[in-house]
């Protein structure tokens, strides 16, 4: 929860800490002053809000946040529409939370209800970009951080919202230093989403620009390992078949890596993790090990954290150290 909010749950009383004059509370008598004048100068965004409002104890963070993140490319005024109703009422703010953009002295932008982070990231990103058009360039433009960024695009993917976290991955990817880890995994974000909306070759093409002495780098080489994973969609009956003639024979090794190849290809990863430790652990050097080296694959792929994957883990060394 934001220091904005006391633990009551009160509605925010001021802008959090460390903000310093980026963000401010607005009355009618000062909008003039901190909105249309300032925003003669760097682009300014009023959150309305209310004490009685659970969206704006959402939303008002969030906008704190982004805005701080910037440094000086935008600012924001609060006005509590409860102690400032003449005001609400001359600009027609019918809902809350409401969020306005002013840029040289005029309304440009807006939108009504609490939004996700990613949402706003992209909002300020677009009336950043207004102002700069119209010559306004902020305080201290390019403040934001590649790890804000990354952050941005990662809660985008999560919302399927490609288009807004690409472009914050990229931009990360400019803003770190070259080679950094936070550039590797900017560029793994890309790829991942190219992955996700089903671009594979554009995912591949992402992932060949990194140095092959950077490939070993944890997002890199996931992605790169979900890549090596993937194949055409499983036709219909190829997986039924595969499995058939693997249990006619469970002692043919080769009918057994080719139902793993399969179950992976149909998202069926775990059950692929076990078929590849039971093959592993009927011949563990079969066609060199590949039956281990896939399931390795698979391991990199699904992430470390993956329950499954440290249930599999424990078996592989199991079989191996037994």
């Keep these: 929860m934001s220091s904005t909010l006391d633990l009551g749950g009160n509605a925010p009383a001021g802008p959090a800490p460390g903000t310093g004059d980026l963000v401010k509370d607005a009355t009618i008598e000062t909008f003039q002053a901190d909105v249309i004048d300032a925003s003669m100068n760097v682009p300014v965004i009023v959150d309305f809000w209310a004490a009685w409002c659970g969206p704006c104890k959402t939303l008002g963070p969030i906008l704190e946040k982004a805005v701080a993140a910037r440094g000086g490319q935008v600012k924001m005024v609060k006005v509590d529409t409860d102690k ?7 600009l027609r703010i019918q809902s809350l939370p409401t969020v306005m953009a002013f840029v ?25 970009a207004a102002a700069a058009q119209m010559g306004l360039k902020g305080e201290a433009p390019g403040a934001i951080s590649a790890k804000d960024l990354i952050a941005a695009g990662k809660e985008a993917l999560a919302q399927n919202a490609f288009p807004q976290a690409i472009q914050a991955f990229a931009e990360a990817a400019s803003t ?42 944890a997002a890199v080489a996931q992605i790169a390992a979900q890549l090596e994973l993937m194949a055409e969609p499983v036709a219909d009956g ?30 069926q990863v775990d059950p692929a993790m076990d078929t590849l430790l039971t093959l592993i652990g009927k011949d563990r050097e079969w066609n060199e090990g590949a039956a281990r080296q896939k399931l390795l694959t698979l391991f990199e792929a699904l992430g470390a954290a993956h329950p499954e994957v440290k249930r599999a883990r424990r078996r592989l060394s199991s079989l191996l150290f037994s």
């Excluded at 400032?84 to 001359?90: R, S, T, Y």
């Excluded at 009504?112 to 949402?119: K, N, R």
């Excluded at 560029?187 to 594979?200: P, R, S, T, W």
């Design 238 to 267: 190829e997986l039924g078949a595969a499995e058939a003639a693997f249990r006619a024979d469970p002692s043919n090794q080769e009918q057994g890596f080719a139902f793993a190849e399969a179950q992976i290809a149909a998202g």
């Design 176 to 217: 770190a230093d070259d080679g950094s880890d936070e550039q590797l995994e900017a560029i793994a974000g890309i790829a991942h989403v190219q992955l996700a909306a089903g671009d594979l070759d554009a995912a591949r093409a992402t992932i060949d620009q990194v140095p092959e002495d950077k490939r070993g780098h």
């Design 84 to 90: 400032n109703q003449m005001l609400a009422q001359q």
């Design 104 to 128: 040289g002295g005029q309304p440009v932008d807006g939108f009504m209800g609490a939004v996700p982070d990613s949402e706003v990231q992209v909002f300020l990103e677009r009336i950043i």
